[in-house]
């Protein structure tokens, strides 16, 4: 009895060092992947934003993997080194690295921070419904390419032909693309493609624009092309190019106009889908948010160096002026 009374007593001592052992361990810290097309880009510090704001300390109660692609060829790698990391959930800048990601893995839960159309993109089957393992933001809105190309012809009547700077081999330029073509011709406006396969092509792409005698510029949507927004308005000033952009990070770096989205606010909310899917939420049962604010803000200091007058009806809708 005294025997049975002791293996009795000991197994209870010993299962009560176990689970305090459990008890005593920290609890795991959740991992995100960020996965993008572009250093420095902007909208890193934007989701960062959305994380404090939701109580995450990087380093602390999450950690997240950054993965810069130098251009898009890195995509695939890196994609794929996130998820030998076994992160949580691998956030997305655009329509390239989703696709990236995408191709990746089937199973670890995708946020899109923005990007173009992601049905149209093959990414998810609808905005009501993603299905699959990918949610999150997008950029694109109904006729958003239009909207710009009429402020151009506000601000320019004589904007033909617009020059539009675009990556052919981006999946989302490409849909892009298609929809400013459509928006054009039902403008009547001759749209001049300037395509550019590398950052270190702009100066080229710009003399080429200058060559075929565009009189506008449209620069479509990309991390690429967001990490060099500097660069690119002051090629386009140099050129006397009234220009416009889909974020207003452009203006700010000395671009004429940008008619598009609150970047830094998509990229807060995908902080909001990461919180709700490390807290049990699946992807395929999120709806995929599209923006419902645009922004107007024109750069007039811009406009005075290249000798243009922001027309007053166009001037009574800006959101916000840079002097």
């Keep these: 009895m005294k025997k049975k009374i002791l293996i009795f007593l000991l197994a209870t001592m010993l299962l009560a060092s176990v689970y305090l052992a459990e008890a005593q361990q920290p609890p795991k810290v959740p991992r995100i992947g960020f996965l993008t097309s572009a250093a420095g880009d902007p909208a890193v510090e934007a989701f960062r934003q959305g994380l404090r704001e939701l109580g995450y300390v990087e380093g602390k109660n999450v950690l997240v993997e950054y993965k810069y692609a130098e251009g898009e060829s890195q995509l695939s790698e890196f994609a794929e080194e996130l998820v030998r990391l076994r992160v949580n959930v691998i956030v997305t800048t655009a329509t390239e690295p989703s696709l990236s990601a995408q191709r990746a893995t089937k199973t670890i839960p995708i946020v899109m921070g923005a990007g173009g159309d992601p049905v149209a993109a093959g990414l998810i089957a609808n905005l009501a419904r993603p299905g699959g393992n990918i949610t999150g933001v997008t950029s694109i809105s109904v006729d958003l390419s239009g909207k710009r190309l009429e402020l151009l012809k506000e601000v320019t009547p004589k904007s033909s032909p617009v020059a539009v700077l675009w990556i052919p081999t981006n999946r989302g330029n490409k849909l892009q693309m298609k929809e400013t073509e459509a928006a054009a011709h039902s ?16 100066e080229s792409a710009f003399s ?5 005698g565009a009189r506008s510029l449209m620069v479509l949507n990309s991390p690429v092309f967001g990490s060099h927004r500097a660069q690119i308005a002051q090629l386009a000033a140099k050129g006397r190019l009234p220009a416009i952009y889909a974020t207003s990070g452009y203006a700010d770096a000395g671009g004429l106009m940008s008619y598009g989205p609150n970047l830094a606010g998509l990229y807060r909310r995908a902080a909001v889908y990461v919180d709700k899917i490390l807290k049990g939420a699946k992807p395929a049962d999120l709806p995929v948010e599209t923006p419902t604010k645009f922004e107007l803000v024109i750069n007039l200091k811009t406009a005075k160096q290249i000798g243009l007058t922001i027309p007053e009806s166009v001037l009574y809708r800006v959101d916000r002026v840079i002097k």
């Design 208 to 212: 080429a624009i200058a060559r075929g």
């Design 187 to 202: 403008l009547e406006l001759q749209l001049q493609p300037a395509p550019v396969d590398d950052p270190n092509d702009f």
